[in-house]
């Protein structure tokens, strides 16, 4: 399957999860999984979970302007994504850049290895 | 090493080639690097470099705002930049967010096996 469609693929599933069904997020991750949010470290599926479904809003949608993708050379994809994300009762949307570096499962998916995520303030 | 003392050391040292000397940047790249740049792809270290001197302005200046970094599992370290972008003569600086994928080299140092530019317009 042609990269940029499965790097596409996968960040519609990722956000259409975040912003409908956060705990969802789970199967995506795994034990040794990494993410970096506003700077905060945070290992492991269980963690980063936890960190994503308490942050403090209750409903949120992510709106897409672009995605780059890449090989890693260790078999894996790195995703490099910005868009926007409106918090429920906010009246602006925040902008964001976040990358992910996937590696596929055995099942044929992917999931997310390294995950950094950043606010790009105006 | 500390991991982020490393990282801060390659973007110091990224930024600082690219705002004095672009062509500097050959000894960053090998040939299996990729470069995507405002959606551009670029691949192997001759193309990236010229692609980054034939920018349209004479000087820049990058300003870095946030540095975050993760290993990647393949032995390299992911580093993901987000900062304005001076361009001599114009008013006002562009934003951008910036992914490296830094392998290690059997000197010892580092180079760019993977690269993805954005600017992040307000």
Known sequence: MDPDAVAKAFVEHYYATFDSNRPGLANLYQDGSMLT??????????SIVAKLTSLPFQQ??????????Q????????????????????????????????MPTQQGSFYVLNDIFRLNYA
Do not use: R, Y
Not at 37 to 42: A, D, R, S, V, Y
Not at 74 to 97: C, D, I, N
């Open 71 to 102: 090989p890693s050379g260790a078999g894996g994809m790195l995703v490099f994504v910005s868009g926007t994300l409106q918090l429920s009762g906010e009246q602006h949307a925040l902008k964001f850049s976040q990358m992910f570096h996937l």
């Open 37 to 46: 949010f506003e700077g905060q470290k945070i290992q492991g599926a269980q």
């Open 60 to 69: 949120c949608q992510h709106n897409i302007t672009t995605v780059d993708c």
